[in-house]
C-alpha cells in the first residue's frame, strides 16, 4: 500500500515568513511523529499524536512551532517568523499497534 | 533521560571487508533497539530491530544483537557491498511495544569502495 507522503518536498522561505509541512499517514496508523534533521546531525524528535490522546509536544524547540492533526489521519506542521536555525529536513512517520515507524521522504526546508 | 551514542563516521571501507558500527544506549526499563539506513536521496527506512535482551536482528545479511548488559546493539556485516553505502542511524524506543518517540544516534555514514 502507500507508504508515508509529505508535502512540499522542497520549500525556500524567508526569514519571518510562516511555513505548513504536510504529512499523510500510511492509512489506519493511530500513531503520527514529526522529527527534523539538521545538516550533519540525528533526528531530533518533535512531536506525537497517538489516537485522541493529547500530543506529547515535549519536543518542540519553541512557541513558534505548533502541529496539528484531524483525526488519525493528516497532519500539519506550522513554523511562526521562521528564523535561519529552522533550516532543516522535516520528517514525518506513522506507526500502527507495533513500535515501527515508517517514515516519509521528507520536506526539506530552508529559510534565507 | 535517554541517549544513543553511535561511532562517528565517516567510514570508508572496501567491497567485501567486514563492518562493524558501533552503538551503545541509556536508557531506562526496556527499550526497543532499531537501526535505521538513509540511501543516498531517499527516505529513512527501518534496516532490522531487537525488542528484548540478547535478540538478534538482521535483514540484508546485517545483525545486531541486544546486549543489555553492555547496553550496545553494534551493526555487522560479514561483506559490504557499494550499494550498501548509506547513512545508518541507531535509535531507541522507551518500551519494548506500542508507540513511542524514537531517540536517535548521531548516523553514522558509510562508503564502500569499489
Known amino acids: 500500500g502507500a507508504g508515508v507522503s509529505q508535502s512540499p518536498s522542497n520549500k525556500v522561505t524567508e526569514k519571518g515568513k510562516d511555513v505548513e509541512l504536510r504529512c499523510d499517514p500510511i492509512?489506519?496508523?493511530?500513531?503520527l511523529y514529526w522529527y527534523r534533521q539538521r545538516l550533519g546531525q540525528g533526528l531530533e524528535f518533535l512531536i506525537y499524536?497517538?489516537?485522541?490522546?493529547?500530543?506529547?509536544k515535549s519536543g518542540l524547540p519553541s512557541d513558534r512551532f505548533s502541529a496539528e492533526r484531524t483525526g488519525e489521519s493528516v497532519s500539519t506542521l506550522t513554523i511562526q517568523r521562521t528564523q535561519q536555525e529552522d533550516s532543516a529536513v522535516y520528517l514525518c512517520?506513522?506507526?500502527?499497534?507495533?513500535?515501527?515507524?515508517?517514515f516519509g521522504p521528507g520536506t526539506r526546508l530552508t529559510v534565507l | 533521560g535517554d541517549s544513543v551514542t553511535q561511532m562517528e563516521g565517516p567510514v570508508t571501507l572496501s567491497e567485501e571487508a567486514f563492518l562493524t558500527i558501533n552503538c551503545t544506549y541509556t536508557?531506562?526499563?526496556?527499550?526497543?533497539l532499531f537501526w535505521y539506513v538513509q540511501y543516498p536521496g531517499e527516505g529513512l527506512q527501518l534496516l532490522l530491530k531487537?525488542?528484548?535482551?540478547?535478540d538478534k536482528g538482521s535483514n540484508k545479511g546485517f545483525e545486531a544483537t541486544y546486549r543489555k548488559e553492555t547496553t550496545s546493539f553494534h551493526l555487522e556485516k560479514g561483506s559490504v557491498q557499494v550499494s550498501d553505502s548509506a547513512v545508518y542511524f541507531c535509535?531507541?524506543?522507551?518500551?519494548?511495544?506500542?508507540?513511542?518517540?524514537?531517540?536517535f544516534g548521531t548516523g553514522t555514514r558509510l562508503t564502500i569502495i569499489p
Open positions: 492509512s489506519g496508523h493511530t500513531a
Open positions: 536508557a531506562t526499563g526496556y527499550p526497543s
Open positions: 499524536f497517538q489516537g485522541n490522546s493529547a500530543p506529547d
Open positions: 512517520a506513522s506507526s500502527a499497534y507495533t513500535d515501527t515507524q515508517y
Open positions: 531487537a525488542t528484548k535482551a540478547d
Open positions: 535509535a531507541l524506543s522507551p518500551v519494548n511495544f506500542g508507540n513511542e518517540k524514537l531517540t
